[in-house]
């Protein structure tokens, strides 16, 4: 069974950090690209950040650059998305996605496999 599966959501204090993980079971992560994205209440989905086969090149959006870091385990089978710096803007469903093309992207055209979400509340 083909599984992407999203841990390490919580609730945090603003400039708090977390660390999210995107697991695969079913299938090998090296094969794809995976992307994260984000949906706040009564907002539309958006990319966050997202990583191409090789590990490069990776994109992040404006709202994360300097503060979120996209990385891959493909040992591991294991995505990481570290968030740093965290602002109460980025209150959301964080989810992992992986499509089968070299390069990543933002945005959601042509990803394949999608998590459940892990929930990122950022607040005091």
């Known amino acids: 069974q083909v599984q992407l599966v999203e841990s390490g959501g919580g609730l945090v204090q603003p400039g708090g950090s977390l660390r999210l993980s995107c697991a695969a079971s079913?299938?090998?992560?090296?094969?794809?690209?995976i992307g994260w994205f984000r949906q706040a209440p009564g907002k539309e989905r958006e990319g966050v950040s997202c990583i191409s086969r090789g590990a490069s090149p990776t994109y992040y959006a404006d709202s994360t650059k300097g503060r979120f870091t996209i990385s891959r385990d493909n040992v591991r089978n294991t995505v990481y998305l570290q968030m740093t710096s965290l602002k109460p803007e980025d209150t959301g469903i964080y989810y992992c996605?992986?499509?089968?093309?070299?390069?990543?992207?933002?945005?959601?055209?042509?990803?394949?496999?999608w998590g459940q979400g892990t929930q990122v509340t950022v607040s005091s």
């Open positions: 996605a992986a499509r089968t093309y070299w390069s990543c992207s933002g945005r959601e055209s042509g990803y394949n496999y």
């Open positions: 079913g299938f090998t992560l090296d094969s794809y690209s």
